[in-house]
T-cell receptor
Framework: QKEVEQNSGPLSVPEGAIASLNCTYS??????FFWYRQYSGKSPELIMS????GDKEDGRFTAQLNKASQYVSLLIRDSQPSDSATYLC?????????????FGQGTTLQVKP | GAVVSQHPSWVICKSGTSVKIECRSL??????MFWYRQFPKQSLMLMAT?????????EQGVEKDKFLINHASLTLSTLTVTSAHPEDSSFYIC?????????FGPGTRLTVT
């Protein structure tokens, strides 16, 4: 079983819709969770971090964490064509100041005008 | 804040030669930096964790004698690919940890001919 799992997609949504990206992880002791956006040929860009159960909102983005289910998700409201990219879920194996990030394989999002 | 740079952004070298890639944290000090490799359509794979003033910690399967890492200061880590071969062609990305989050450099695309 992979440590961090994502559906590779592609996930296709129309412009203006809500895109829902999901991620599961295997290490129940994980404390820090991150969503990165990666455009083709570029390095990852941090979008959201979440550390406690529940929702965290930042603009059009909402991260959701459920530690009991070992599940983290990212919602993108009012999706725009510029949101088309690969979204990487990452889980930190230790505390926020130690450990290392384990990445999922990424979900490709396509937002169609 | 939290800007990480890499140099060069791309490099082409001949098989058997060595290539050095630099990773710098521009506006913060980073005790810990990380080196990743990403092949086309795959996720980021952690190669090693670089700690200032000490030896790097390599992930399983990564040859430490081939991928030399030096973290001589709090703002600079270098990765040297020794005796490069075509299979080493990849996108190499560094990151630096600051305030519990990892910030990524823009990446270096290495092509070995």
């Amino acid at each position: 079983q992979k440590e961090v799992e994502q559906n590779s997609g592609p996930l296709s949504v129309p412009e203006g819709a809500i895109a829902s990206l999901n991620c599961t992880y295997s290490d129940r002791g994980s404390q820090s969770f991150f969503w990165y956006r990666q455009y083709s040929g570029k390095s990852p860009e941090l979008i959201m971090s979440i550390y406690s159960n529940g929702d965290k909102e930042d603009g059009r983005f909402t991260a959701q964490l459920n530690k009991a289910s070992q599940y983290v998700s990212l919602l993108i409201r009012d999706s725009q064509p510029s949101d088309s990219a690969t979204y990487l879920c990452a889980v930190n194996t230790g505390s926020s100041n130690t450990g290392k990030l384990i990445f999922g394989q990424g979900t490709t999002l396509q937002v169609k005008p | 804040g939290a800007v990480v740079s890499q140099h060069p952004s791309w490099v082409i070298c001949k098989s058997g030669t060595s290539v050095k890639i630099e990773c710098r944290s521009l506006d913060f000090q980073a005790t810990t930096m990380f080196w990743y490799r990403q092949f086309p359509k795959q996720s980021l794979m952690l190669m090693a964790t670089s700690n200032e003033g000490s030896k790097a910690t390599y992930e399983q399967g990564v040859e430490k004698d081939k991928f030399l890492i030096n973290h001589a200061s709090l703002t600079l880590s270098t990765l040297t690919v020794t005796s490069a071969h075509p299979e080493d062609s990849s996108f190499y990305i560094c990151s630096a940890r600051w305030t519990g989050q990892q910030y990524f450099g823009p990446g270096t695309r290495l092509t070995v001919t």
